[in-house]
């Protein structure tokens, strides 16, 4: 898990993919298939999580050295 | 009088003088068609301008027609502001141009088809060159004017469809004439930081003048050469700008453009349980066919009836034990048989017995031998006694007893024929007891043949 932490959701969403997709063709071993159902429920549960879970992203602007701040986007009276 | 006369140059310069002066020729508008364009390598234009009437040469220095958003061309029908001088050289009076743009089509409208036209033909809006937008982008450039309507509808628009993503805007002008080397050095410098996996690039609506650095060739150039996806944003629906035609996708409105770059949250987790759902129910199915296949193989015959499986192989066991046995008691049968035949023929053989016969063949051989010796010896004897009968028989002086006698010439030889005499011829005749010697009185040959 601590290495699927590191995942991105484009990442963790893609690997959910193939597991489905591999588990879906049928010709996998029940062993096997037990693995790839937890590790795909993990990374279901990741992406939820990522999706439910999220925090506003702090937009930034680059200034004129090329280094980024933040930005704060007004909202138009 | 001889001071009166000038030079050519001071007359020149005489009438350049006036010309300067008068503030009329300073700046001068003036409507008319060009003819004999012609473009110098060095970026002068030399043109004429004329009406049905007159003629005048004219230029447009590279310094002043580098602002040009048209390329003049004959027959083309313009609005030039300029002044009017002296080309002092071949004495000529020309307007020099400041400003040039198309009369009756818009100047804007005319330069926006030419490039069109030209980037048409350059490729660079070839659906091959568009490149695919990341469906879940980690960070999205944002290369518009910080503030206004555009930026906050583009990154609210992120921030609520796909909190997930980085969003960073990249300050640039987007109007008036600096905007255009702006907008190339943002999208120039996102493409060399390695940080954005899509840029959205574009500005709220306002007039075609205002749009304008997006028709820019240079903006143009930098989305087509850039390796990032580039989304395209100017204006509203109805505003089309170079910029769009050359973008890898174009997005109608800044908002539009906000939910190309980004994938909706919501959808995303109706996919996540979509994907959860498949998960469970593929292993299920899988679950359920092992344990098919499980159940299968327990209700088989020999998890039935185990005991009937052994006994079945038990009498297997003892019909090939026997069949062992049986087999194993023929082939000593068998062989011992041939024993008793091998050793009868080797007695049969045995060398004493050999020897016997040899010497029964010998003595029968011998008797028959001895036989045989005496046949012959009695058949030679027989025979001795038949040749000596006929060799006295066949002896001459028996045969000259019964009256023959031969003769012989004087050499010895028998005289066979009378054709071997002559008359007086000396022979011998041989008779039973003696010889005669005689002399040939005559002969006759026998006429009998």
Redesign the interface.
């Known amino acids: 898990m601590s290495e699927q932490a590191e995942l991105?959701?484009?990442q963790a969403?893609k690997q959910?993919?193939d597991?489905?997709e591999k588990?879906?063709a049928?010709d996998?071993p029940?062993e096997k298939?037990?693995d790839?159902?937890q590790e795909?429920?993990q990374l279901?549960k990741l992406?939820?999580d990522?999706?439910?879970n999220?925090?506003?992203?702090m937009?930034?602007?680059?200034n004129e050295q090329?280094t980024?701040e933040p930005?704060d986007?007004?909202?138009?009276e | 009088m001889s001071e009166q006369y000038l030079t050519v140059t001071a007359l020149t310069k005489y009438l350049k003088r006036k010309m300067e002066l008068d503030p009329h020729l300073r700046n001068v508008w003036l409507r008319g068609e060009i003819s004999n364009f012609k473009l110098h390598t060095r970026g002068h234009m030399y043109l004429t301008i004329k009406d049905d009437q007159a003629r005048m040469q004219a230029v447009m220095f590279a310094g002043s027609n580098k602002n040009l958003t048209f390329m003049p061309e004959n027959g083309m029908n313009v609005l030039v502001r300029g002044e009017v001088n002296v080309f002092e050289s071949y004495g000529q009076y020309q307007l020099y141009i400041k400003e040039m743009e198309p009369d009756g089509i818009g100047a804007l409208y005319l330069a926006f088809e030419q490039l069109k036209e030209k980037l048409e033909n350059k490729g660079f809006f070839d659906p091959v060159h568009k490149k695919p937008i990341?469906?879940?982008p980690?960070h999205i450039g944002v290369i518009t004017s910080?503030?206004g309507?555009a930026?906050?509808d583009i990154?609210?628009t992120i921030?609520r469809r796909f909190?997930?993503?980085?969003?960073?805007?990249?300050?640039v002008l987007v109007q008036g004439p600096n905007a255009a080397a702006s907008i190339t050095g943002a999208i120039e410098?996102a493409n060399q930081?390695d940080l954005f996996d899509v840029l959205i690039v574009g500005r709220g609506g306002g007039s075609i003048e205002e749009l304008w650095s997006f028709n820019e060739e240079i903006v143009a150039t930098a989305i087509f050469n850039s390796k990032i996806p580039i989304i395209s944003a100017v204006g509203h629906e109805t505003d089309t700008t170079i910029s769009d035609f050359v973008a890898d996708l174009r997005a109608p409105t800044p908002t539009g453009a906000a939910e190309m770059a980004v994938p909706s949250?919501l959808e995303?987790?109706d996919?996540?349980?979509e994907?959860?759902r498949?998960?469970?129910r593929?292993?299920s199915?899988?679950?359920s066919?092992?344990e098919k296949t499980l159940k299968r193989l327990m209700s088989s015959y020999a998890f039935r009836y185990p005991q009937q499986l052994v006994s079945q192989k038990e009498q297997q066991l003892d019909t090939a034990s026997e069949r062992l046995q049986r087999t194993f008691d023929n082939q000593l049968t068998r062989l011992g048989t041939n024993l008793r035949q091998l050793d009868l023929r080797l007695m049969q053989q045995h060398p004493e017995r050999q020897v016997e016969t040899a010497s029964t063949d010998v003595k029968l051989l011998e008797k028959n031998l001895q036989r045989a010796m005496g046949w012959i010896v009695d058949k030679e004897k027989v025979d001795l006694s038949t040749m000596i009968s006929k060799l006295s028989l066949l002896n001459p002086l028996e045969i000259m007893k019964r009256g023959f006698s031969v003769p012989y010439s004087n050499d010895g030889a028998i005289i066979k024929s009378v054709q071997q005499l002559d008359k007086g011829d000396q022979l011998s005749i041989r008779l039973a007891d003696g010889v005669a010697n005689c002399q040939v009185i005559d002969t006759k040959e026998n006429r009998n043949e």
């Open positions: 991105s959701f484009e969403m959910l993919e597991i489905v588990l879906e049928g996998v029940l298939a037990i790839y159902y795909g429920m279901s992406c939820n990522k999706l439910v999220v925090q506003d992203k937009v930034k602007i680059m090329g980024l930005f986007v007004q909202e138009e | 990341p469906p879940i980690k910080p503030t309507a930026v906050r990154l609210t921030t909190p997930l993503a980085d969003a960073t805007v990249l300050p410098q930081m949250r995303l987790l996919r996540t349980s994907l959860e498949r998960l469970q593929a292993l199915g899988l679950y066919e092992h």
